[in-house]
């Protein structure tokens, strides 16, 4: 099958890193943005420099997929806006402990949990993937709604938008599946949203090296602007 055929099937395109950058400009740097947004019935406030939550579907369709440990803990890495954090702790999680290497995103979800009422149950801290937790941190749910697309090593993450749309040689990816193990409970979870224009075979390859598989949890199917966009949770099991 060519890969036209393909792309007719799919309405997928293969996109250049310098167009997703290009695309970013707006959301970094747009003064028409709002201070807020709307999104599962609810308003979010919006900090500048942070992804914002309807820049795809991405967000939305993760938030309400995500499988939340009712009752238990959960722990979101790379939490922007806080959505996913906060939709978590009103879907009846115990504890949510919400971090992001991106100062901004750290102060964003902090508004996010005071504003819908869950500060209470959110932790939010400044961290390098787990680098903020301590030894006993274990959570029953790990999540992170990545940023999927590949770019190479030397691809320099020039502003936080960079930082939450390209993750270079997938080191993020890989750090987040090695180092997850140490802060999972007993039979807890792990847990990995991405999207079809994701490497996948990449990170098969890094799951595989961590003596892990990925199952497919759930595909979501979203009708965007240019293309037909296919949501992925995957569940990382030992293998
Ligand atoms: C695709 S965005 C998702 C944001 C938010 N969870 C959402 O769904 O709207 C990826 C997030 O991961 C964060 N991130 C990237 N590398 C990280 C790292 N090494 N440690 C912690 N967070 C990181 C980015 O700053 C960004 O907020």
């Given amino acids: 099958m060519s890969h036209t055929t393909k792309e007719a099937e799919t309405m997928t395109f293969e996109e250049s890193p310098e167009t997703v950058a290009q695309a970013l400009q707006h959301a970094l740097l747009g003064d028409d943005?709002?201070?807020s947004f709307t999104l599962l019935g609810r308003e979010w406030d919006l900090h500048r420099g942070v992804f914002?939550?309807?820049?795809?579907?991405?967000?939305?369709v993760m938030a309400s997929t995500v499988p939340y440990p009712k009752g238990g803990s959960f722990l979101e890495v790379g939490c922007g806006t806080g959505v996913i954090s906060v939709t978590a702790a009103l879907h009846g999680c115990a504890s949510v402990t919400a971090l992001d290497i991106n100062d901004k995103?750290?102060?964003?979800t902090i508004a996010n949990a005071e504003r819908h009422g869950v500060a209470d149950r959110v932790r939010v801290l400044h961290s390098d993937m787990y680098t903020a937790l301590g030894p006993g941190d274990r959570f029953d749910t790990i999540f992170w709604n990545v940023p999927w697309t590949y770019v190479e090593d030397d691809f320099s993450l020039s502003t936080d938008l960079h930082t939450a749309v390209f993750d270079p040689g997938y080191q993020g990816q890989a750090r987040y599946i090695t180092g997850?193990?140490?802060?999972?409970?007993d039979g807890g979870r792990l847990l990995l949203g991405t999207a079809d224009l994701g490497d996948r075979e990449r990170l098969d390859a890094l799951a595989d090296g961590a003596g892990m598989r990925c199952e497919l949890l759930h595909r979501v199917r979203r009708i965007e602007e240019v293309?037909?966009?296919?949501?992925?949770?995957?569940?990382?099991?030992?293998?």
């Fill in 227 to 239: 293309r037909v966009m296919e949501y992925h949770i995957l569940e990382l099991h030992p293998k």
């Fill in 52 to 60: 914002p939550g309807t820049l795809s579907a991405a967000t939305e």
């Fill in 180 to 185: 997850a193990p140490e802060h999972l409970a």
């Fill in 105 to 108: 995103a750290v102060a964003n």
């Fill in 33 to 35: 943005l709002p201070d």
